[in-house]
């Protein structure tokens, strides 16, 4: 059995590697490359018997007709989201897809955390100006996060993590889920209400939503007008859930108090590889870069050793089951029919 994995980089490799040897170690031999799958790169698949990718890689039309073409007939999504391959297609032809529903949630949750903070308590800055013998505070006025009132977007389980995170810090919390919010109730003590009213009441909104066609720019010139003035907006999900020009208009006119991004809707090109020698021609990313109330990390928010284990071990475990004919629990397409909202939790907001 080959399995090609694309967007690799060492991190990637080590812990699948680890893996194999230690749980799995006749499933399969594998072949990494650092490029990420596009139409151009996927002669490298040619021979494999399964491919896995990462949430910037392209499964379009083109590209599955081509996997199969090469003999490709499983697919692993070493993440969460499926928005990058066209299902239906695979669907057609037969493929096996499976993803990693869940991996440590609480490293996500605990990151977006850690932007609300350097965000609000600018660390990122005070580091800098101390390092050059600085010690002044002009500019470095924070709030203090007990008792301002947080809106969760989306009540899965990062969600869930994120809010156990806040009510420690005493904040009040909104919740809004198109799926309901029962557990956040019964368990947070929060309140669930509609996405409008989380806007308008929240200091921070925290987006842990799944990027579909109801969720594409969740964020837009709309709703930030419905935006509680001088709240800070948090993404750690996907990118394409903020209408980024948007997102810059209302830093410009003062509406939008502060943005923390781990994610970018055309990060495609740019994340997870090293532009600093080169000119960025995004000049909607650079734009908003030279806000002093913006915060962009490169899609680090996944980026734990738990978590990486786990989605290696899970990937592999999901190849196996292909390999034996089990039951998959994580997979996406079944014996050629889509199995998404057959048996799988609903998709959240």
């Not at 590697?17 to 002669?43: C, E, G, K, W, Y």
Request: hydrophobic share 40%.
């Amino acid at each position: 059995m080959k399995l090609t994995l694309f967007s690799a980089k060492s991190y990637d490799t080590h812990y699948f590697n680890q893996t194999l040897q230690a749980l799995h170690p006749d499933l399969a031999t594998i072949t990494a490359h650092p490029f990420a799958l596009t139409a151009s790169t996927v002669s490298l698949a040619r021979s494999s018997d399964a491919i896995c990718v990462f949430v910037n890689d392209t499964l379009d039309a083109t590209v599955l007709h081509a996997l199969h073409s090469y003999g490709v007939r499983a697919i692993l999504l070493r993440c969460a989201g499926f928005n990058n391959i066209n299902l239906s297609v695979a669907e057609d032809l037969g493929f096996f897809v499976a993803n990693v529903p869940s991996y440590s949630p609480e490293a996500v949750a605990e990151f977006a955390v850690a932007l609300i903070q350097t965000l609000n308590r600018k660390t990122h800055r005070a580091y800098n100006r101390v390092r050059e013998g600085n010690f002044n505070l002009e500019g470095f006025l924070g709030q203090t996060l007990a008792g301002k009132t947080v809106g969760v977007v989306g009540l899965g389980r990062i969600g869930m993590a994120f809010a156990r995170i806040m009510k420690g810090f005493g904040c009040v919390l909104l919740g809004a889920d198109p799926m309901g919010g029962k557990e956040f109730e019964k368990e947070i003590g929060g309140n669930y209400v509609g996405l409008e009213e989380l806007l308008g009441r929240s200091d921070v909104v925290s987006l842990h939503c799944p990027l579909t066609e109801g969720t594409r720019h969740l964020i837009n010139a709309e709703s930030l007008t419905k935006l509680k003035k001088g709240a800070m907006v948090v993404n750690t999900s996907r990118g394409g859930l903020i209408h980024t020009r948007d997102a810059v208009q209302a830093l410009k006119e003062g509406r939008l108090g502060g943005l923390a991004l781990d994610v970018y809707e055309e990060e495609g090109d740019l994340f997870y590889n090293d532009h600093s020698a080169e000119i960025i021609h995004d000049d909607t990313l650079m734009r908003l870069m030279t806000f002093p109330n913006v915060l962009v990390c490169g899609h680090q928010a996944f980026f734990t050793r738990e978590a990486l284990s786990e989605i290696a071990q899970v990937s592999l475990d999901n190849l196996e089951d292909w390999v034996k004919k089990r039951s998959c629990k994580n997979s996406l397409v079944r014996e050629g029919h889509l199995c998404v909202e057959e048996d799988k939790e609903p998709v959240r907001l």
